[in-house]
């Protein structure tokens, strides 16, 4: 199993920026692509960004390109998510999690899920 933690969290205005962590204990983090999914109240969960094994690949969703940036250290078992230039309809509560497909991840469909930060972002 994986137990996936996150953190980072909390409350920002539109334009502000926030740093998600992601962090994985049980087995090894480096033999899963992860990824970074949101659900806001009233929706589904939906996938915002991906990452490789290795962290060579990523993905985003389009309403996050160019303001989202995915990363992860294999040596601290932590996946991380820059979020800068926040909007209003970024906020929702923020999922980390891991599939040994990458596919899978791209398809909203992972392994192991963390429990969620909350992410608010006010106008």
């Known amino acids: 199993q994986v137990q996936l933690v996150e953190s980072g969290g909390g409350l920002v205005q539109a334009g502000g920026s926030l740093r998600l962590s992601c962090v994985a204990s049980?087995?090894?983090?480096?033999?899963?692509?992860a990824g970074w999914f949101r659900q806001a109240p009233g929706k589904e969960r939906e996938f915002v960004a991906a990452?490789?094994?290795?962290?060579?690949?990523?993905n985003y969703a389009d309403p996050v390109k160019g303001r989202f940036t995915i990363s992860r250290d294999n040596t601290k078992n932590t996946m991380y998510l820059q979020m800068n230039n926040l909007k209003p309809e970024d906020t929702a509560v923020y999922y980390c999690?891991?599939?040994?497909?990458?596919?899978?991840?791209?398809?909203?469909?992972?392994?192991?899920w963390g429990q969620g930060t909350q992410v608010t972002v006010s106008s």
């Open positions: 999690g891991v599939h040994s497909g990458y596919v899978n991840i791209l398809n909203n469909e992972c392994r192991y």
């Open positions: 990452i490789s094994r290795s962290g060579i690949t990523t």
């Open positions: 049980g087995r090894t983090f480096s033999n899963y692509a």
